[in-house]
């Protein structure tokens, strides 16, 4: 079992940077494959970015590639996401997720806010 808390969510604005945090329960945390979800008002939600373990691979959604990082540090226990150059179309809730087999995700965080103004 593996629980998962999100923080780091906030308001900003246009062209600026936040850092998401997902702490991890679990004594295996190294052994999962971590992720970044968002679900913005209205609309399903979606794949943002991926980290394999032990934390060699990533993928992102095209339209984060560049101004989004995903990164990891096994021994805390967290994956991080860094996110720059943040747009108006970047608000949404963001999730983190984890998974014993690749781009298959079993436990989820309840999620935290990331409000972009304009």
């Known amino acids: 079992q593996v629980q998962l808390v999100e923080s780091g969510g906030g308001l900003v604005q246009a062209g600026g940077s936040l850092r998401l945090s997902c702490a991890a329960s679990?004594?295996?945390?190294?052994?999962?494959?971590m992720a970044w979800f968002r679900q913005a008002p209205g609309k399903e939600r979606e794949f943002v970015a991926h980290i394999s373990w032990p934390g060699g691979l990533t993928y992102y959604k095209d339209s984060v590639k560049g101004r989004f990082t995903i990164s990891r540090d096994n021994a805390k226990n967290t994956v991080y996401l860094e996110m720059n150059s943040l747009k108006p179309e970047d608000t949404a809730v963001y999730y983190c997720?984890?998974?014993?087999?690749?781009?298959?995700?079993?436990?989820w965080g309840q999620g935290t806010q990331v409000t972009v103004s304009s």
């Open positions: 679990g004594r295996t945390f190294s052994t999962y494959f």
């Open positions: 997720a984890a998974g014993k087999v690749a781009l298959s995700y079993e436990y």
